[in-house]
C-alpha cells in the first residue's frame, strides 16, 4: 500500500476520538471511516490502527492508505473513447465512476485519474480536481463526454457551451409515459433540506439558475416510455429534477422519486454530441453505443424485432427532436 495522505490534528483536536476527527476531515461518512480502520488503512504515528475510540494529542500524525483492491479495479476498468485528435478526446463514460473529485481530500477513483494513469494531456485550467473537463456526467450516468487536451481548446469549447452551440442528447426510460413532447424552461435551486439534491423553483427565485430541457417521445410499452432528452443548458443534475417536476421519473432514479423495482442502474445515457471543432472547424458528431445493461433492456421492453438491436445500435435523436418541434 501507497500513502496518500498524511496530516495532524489542530490543537482545537487534542482529544477528539480517531474517528470523529476522520468524518470531520474527510468530508466521509461513519460507517466508511470505520470501513478504513476495519480494513487497516489508517496509520497513526506510523502504525496501523483499528481502534476508532482513540484520543488524539499534539504531535499525532495520521496517514491514509491506498486499497490494493481498488487498484485492481482500475486496471481492469476499460472506457471506449469515440474520437480522439491533439486538441480534445470524447469518450464513452461507464457508470459508477465520477468525473473528477470533490476536493484535495476525497479518496475516490476518478475520470481524470483514469486519463492520467493513460497518459492523456490534459488542459488545467482552474483547480487541479477538474483537469480537462469540459463538461461532466453524473456518477450514475454514461455516454459521451468531451475532454480538453489543452487550455486554449478548453476555453473555446467551455464558450462554446456558454453560448449553446454543443448539442448534448440524451436517451432514457422513465416510468410514466409524457402527456406531450415538451420544453421546459423552468430554473434549478438546490434542494433546501437536502443540499446534494435540485428542485424547480420559479424566475422570480433569486435562488434558482437558468435551465432549459426538452423531453420528446420515442417508444411506449405499457406504463414505460424511452425518451430522448435534449440540454440547452447543462445544470446538475438537470434531466432528472426536470422529469421529477413532471412526476416522471427515470428507472432506477430513487434519489429523485422513482418507485419501481428497477434497481440495476439509473437508464440515462449521453448519446449524441454535435459541435464545431473549435480549431479545424470541422463538424464533429459522435454517437455513444448504448452500455450492454440499458441496450439489453431497451431490446427487451421496446423492440419487438430484437434481431435490428445491436451492439452499435443508434437512435438519431438530433433528427427527432427537429421534427418533434
Known amino acids: 500500500m501507497q500513502h496518500i495522505h498524511s496530516f495532524s490534528p489542530n490543537q482545537e483536536d487534542f482529544g477528539t476520538r480517531l474517528d470523529q476527527f476522520l468524518v470531520k476531515s474527510l468530508n466521509l461518512s461513519r460507517n466508511q471511516i470505520h470501513s478504513l480502520l476495519k480494513n487497516e488503512r489508517i496509520l497513526l504515528n506510523n502504525k496501523k490502527v483499528q481502534k476508532n475510540g482513540i484520543s488524539l494529542k499534539e504531535g499525532d500524525k495520521i496517514t491514509l492508505l491506498e486499497q490494493e483492491k481498488t487498484q485492481k479495479e482500475e486496471k481492469e476498468l476499460y472506457i471506449p473513447f469515440l474520437y480522439e485528435d491533439e486538441d480534445l478526446l ?53 455516454g459521451a463526454m468531451i475532454i480538453a487536451k489543452n487550455n486554449s481548446t478548453h476555453e473555446l469549447l467551455s464558450l462554446q457551451i456558454k453560448e449553446r452551440q454543443i448539442q448534448r442528447y440524451y436517451l432514457c426510460v422513465i416510468d410514466n409515459p409524457l402527456k406531450n ?43 414505460l416510455e424511452l425518451i430522448g432528452a435534449k440540454l440547452f443548458s447543462g445544470r446538475t443534475h ?13 428507472l432506477g432514479d430513487y434519489f429523485y422519486g422513482y418507485q419501481g423495482d428497477y434497481s440495476k442502474r439509473i437508464l440515462l445515457h449521453s448519446h449524441f454530441l454535435s459541435f464545431i ?13 448504448l452500455y450492454k445493461d440499458m441496450l439489453s433492456y431497451i431490446k427487451e421492453n421496446f423492440y ?22
Not at 110 to 133: A, M, Q
Not at 187 to 207: C, E, F, G, V
Not at 277 to 289: C, D, G, R, T
Not at 304 to 325: G, M, N, Q, R, Y
Request: glycine share 2%.
Open 277 to 289: 471543432h473549435p480549431k479545424s472547424k470541422k463538424l464533429i458528431e459522435i454517437y455513444a453505443p
Open 181 to 223: 413532447n415538451i420544453i421546459i424552461e423552468t430554473p434549478l435551486m438546490r434542494h433546501p433540506k437536502n443540499r446534494l439534491k435540485y428542485i424547480t423553483t420559479n424566475s422570480k427565485d433569486a435562488r434558482g439558475k437558468e435551465a432549459k430541457s426538452a423531453f420528446f417521445k420515442i417508444q411506449s410499452q405499457g406504463n
Open 90 to 142: 470524447i469518450l464513452n463514460k461507464p457508470i459508477d465512476l465520477i468525473t473528477h473529485k470533490a476536493n484535495d481530500k476525497d479518496l475516490q477513483f476518478t475520470l481524470i485519474d483514469y486519463l492520467k494513469k493513460h497518459s492523456i494531456p490534459l488542459s488545467n485550467l482552474g483547480d487541479n480536481t477538474r483537469e480537462g473537463i469540459v463538461h461532466r456526467l453524473d456518477k450514475t450516468t454514461s
Open 304 to 325: 419487438k424485432d430484437k434481431h435490428e438491436i445491436t451492439a452499435e445500435f443508434k437512435i438519431p435523436l438530433h433528427e427527432l427532436f427537429s421534427t418533434s418541434f
Open 238 to 250: 438537470q434531466i432528472r429534477a426536470h422529469l421529477a417536476s413532471l412526476n416522471r421519473h427515470i
